[in-house]
């Protein structure tokens, strides 16, 4: 054999394992999966409390201011009232008794009725109220998604909702949206 011949032989079998080895790798990289499939997706929620002042008008009833504090009107009037009663009864000395009874008695049933008559005096006014309350609301923070690749079950969480596959490059699944930074 010539030594042509044996370059040939050589040159053949490299150019052989470069091509096979190629063939190979493009081989392993088509029967690869590209995508899996998304089993089930379930929704993750938080609570949000956001708190905010309800307002409202609403009556409000108190005792009036009072005009005379010690009821010297009341007082009086009973008084003059009860003298002249008691002035029309009886006579003599008699009649002057009855007077200052009848006075003293007047006195302070005045008293009584003008006392009566104050705390039943009431202003009714409108005030505004207000009080913090918190509104409770559901936000949405990402989605659990089960998903199947080559027979496996695997679990991620997504910040959007996926579609009915993920995308799987170099054997794993890519949870980042297209165009953002992983």
């Not at 053949?12 to 690869?32: D, F, I, K």
């Not at 993750?44 to 005379?68: H, K």
Request: charged share 20%; proline share 4%.
């Amino acid at each position: 054999m010539n030594t042509s011949m044996i370059k040939g032989f050589v040159l053949g079998g490299v150019a052989m394992v470069v091509l096979g080895a190629g063939a190979v790798t493009g081989w392993r990289s088509l029967t690869q999966p590209t995508a899996a499939e998304v089993v089930a997706v379930k929704e993750v929620t938080e609570t949000v409390v956001t708190p905010r002042e309800q307002c409202a008008d609403v009556q409000v009833r108190r005792q009036a201011p009072v005009q005379d504090e010690h009821r010297v009107a009341g007082t009086a009037v009973g008084a003059v009232a009860g003298g002249l009663l008691g002035h029309t009864v009886g006579g003599g000395t008699g009649k002057t008794l009855a007077t200052v009874a009848g006075a003293a008695a007047g006195g302070y049933a005045g008293n009584q009725v003008q006392k009566n008559l104050q705390q039943h005096d009431v202003v009714t006014t409108t005030e505004r109220r207000c009080k913090t309350v918190s509104e409770k609301s559901q936000r949405t923070v990402g989605y659990d998604v089960t998903y199947r690749l080559e027979g496996q079950q695997g679990v991620v969480r997504m910040t959007s909702r996926p579609g009915p596959t993920l995308p799987v490059k170099d054997g794993r699944v890519v949870t980042a949206a297209p165009g953002s930074a992983s």
